[in-house]
């Protein structure tokens, strides 16, 4: 299963954008699809994470009713749309995917395939 995430950009306060994550290689509809962030010498952390059939959506608190994240599973994608972004959320993001995530889909180990990460940078 391969990943590739596009859409990151440098955006001011207060901006937008859209993060993009194909998946082939597998059996897209089967994989629980989840976005973490990195920001410089910090620790990898959840971001926000959907079902396999896009049902429940999860985002962690720093993000919650700013981030909004959705799938197409016709088209073997998943979305992170980012509003009202801030400096803090300036950082490296990454989709990743697993068939079975074990009720911890916030986890990151609980994650086998992940992408290579596109860059988000936030100025004041």
């Known amino acids: 299963v391969q990943l590739q995430a596009s859409g990151g950009g440098s955006v001011q306060a207060g901006g937008s954008l859209r993060l993009s994550c194909v998946v082939s290689?597998?059996?897209?509809?089967?994989?629980?699809m989840g976005w973490f962030r990195q920001a410089p010498g910090k620790e990898r952390e959840f971001v926000a994470a959907?079902?396999?059939?896009?049902?429940?959506?999860y985002y962690s608190d720093s993000v919650k009713g700013r981030f909004t994240t959705s799938r197409d599973n016709a088209k073997n994608l998943v979305y992170l749309q980012m509003d009202s972004l801030k400096p803090e959320d300036t950082a490296v993001y990454y989709c990743?995917?697993?068939?079975?995530?074990?009720?911890?889909?916030?986890?990151?180990?609980?994650?086998?395939?992940w992408g290579q990460g596109t860059l988000v940078t936030v100025s004041s």
């Open positions: 990743a995917a697993s068939t079975s995530v074990l009720s911890q889909i916030q986890v990151l180990s609980s994650y086998r395939y």
């Open positions: 959907v079902t396999r059939g896009g049902s429940s959506m």
């Open positions: 290689g597998g059996t897209f509809r089967n994989h629980y």
